[in-house]
């Protein structure tokens, strides 16, 4: 019985792990907010990101690396987000974000589909 019971665990972490939301409160959450007009943290307030210039929430310190990328014009499409949750540092050197990023291009994906808005309680889109 035991043995079932740890098969169906097993069997239902990766669908677990698509889950965008859970992911993000997992990964994300204890650095971002989603909510609009949410106090900023630790990271900036991603609600709205997709469609957002990077760098480009007036009430968030970015490090100059995500200042220039916004200043040349950059913004955060679904692309460009999945990349930087790829490996935000080799992306952008010398940012700011304490975290890894996201391993697996599964989670990856999850994540920003969250934030575009394709799951339940899921973020709008910024208008440019």
Known sequence: MRLALAA??????????????ALFEQR????????????????????????????GDPGFDYSPALQAAGRAGERWDTARLIRFLD??????????????????????RAVVEFL???REGALPVAQP
């Open 28 to 55: 994300c959450a204890s650095c971002h907010a989603v909510a609009a007009g949410a106090e900023e943290m630790a990271g900036p307030n991603l609600h709205g990101v997709l469609g957002r210039r990077v760098g």
């Open 87 to 108: 490996d935000p540092e080799e992306m952008y050197p010398g940012v700011w974000m304490g975290a890894n990023g996201l391993p697996a291009a599964a989670e990856r």
């Open 8 to 21: 169906a665990l097993l069997l239902a972490l990766p669908a677990a792990a698509q889950d965008g939301r």
């Open 116 to 118: 575009r808005g394709g």
